[in-house]
């Protein structure tokens, strides 16, 4: 029986089973997180079977920020099922003062950001995350925990990295941190 239906605590080892057998690696910490601690969350089943699951996370309370995780079986999608569970989440969320939602996307086998754009979704900027496992590096740097007297100098070295990306995109403002509340949330 195919079904969409609230997520319980028995779909998480189902949803990490999913992901194992599609994606191979998953950050599955980061993921049970937000499977325990969400908002909202539902999953597609069928047959005792879950092909897909979508989850609406708090990413930051205090700026009413949340996230959304979507996935389904890549021999499921295109028929409107990744569709379905977000428009139920959506539904199920109205309620809550939200400002914003955020998603990650992974397009290392399909890109599936044009679903998102037609759903309302703005790209802001693509990453694409890499894992270094080369020889190990030799250095005399010497780490230090961040303090407030080192504002400026964080600053100033976070608007370099980002400022030719941002002005080639237009993000407007070119530097943005202005304040230490405001580099803090990056």
Known sequence: MVMIRGKTEKDINKIKELLNRELGEFDEEKLEEKLK??????VYEDNGE??????????NEKLKTAEMFLYVAEPYRGNGIGKELYSRILEGCNNKELSRIYIDIRTEKNDTGEFFVNR???????LTEMEYKG???????????????????YKNAFEDAFFEMRRALDFKPYRDCYKPEVLMER
Request: no cysteine; net charge negative; aromatic share 16%.
């Open 37 to 42: 601690n969400n908002i909202y969350s539902l």
């Open 135 to 153: 020889e190990k590096v030799e250095s005399d740097l010497q780490v230090v925990n961040y303090e407030e007297k080192y504002y400026e100098i």
């Open 50 to 59: 879950v092909l897909g699951f979508i989850v609406l996370a708090m990413s």
């Open 120 to 126: 309302g979704f703005d790209k802001h900027f693509s």
